[in-house]
């Protein structure tokens, strides 16, 4: 197989293109609990969803970041990374 840019960011060690995998449990966990505080938007419930959420999603990027088995799911954990923490930082207004 040729060493080209396409093949080293899309391919994993086993030389199959991998850009979307089945979901994982911490991805699964946070869109589940994502769209779950979209329907119970106040109170406590609310809270530990969006906590939820966040911890799952978090989780997700950085084993992507740190395990993706090619570079683009790499560089994916780190926009996402980057991206959750974005948002925390507007949501507390700094």
Do not use: C, H
Request: proline letters at 2%; charged letters at 15%.
């Amino acid at each position: 197989m040729e060493n080209t840019l396409f093949n080293q960011v899309f391919r994993d060690n086993e030389g199959r293109i991998v850009i979307a995998q089945f979901p994982n449990l911490p991805l699964t966990i946070g869109i589940l609990a994502s769209l779950f505080s979209l329907v119970f938007t106040t109170g406590k419930i609310n809270l530990a969803l969006e906590f939820l959420a966040f911890g799952a999603l978090f989780t997700w990027a950085w084993e992507e970041l740190f395990q993706g088995v090619n570079s683009f799911r790499r560089a994916l954990g780190l926009v996402v990374l980057v991206g959750l923490m974005a948002l925390k930082i507007m949501e507390v207004g700094y």
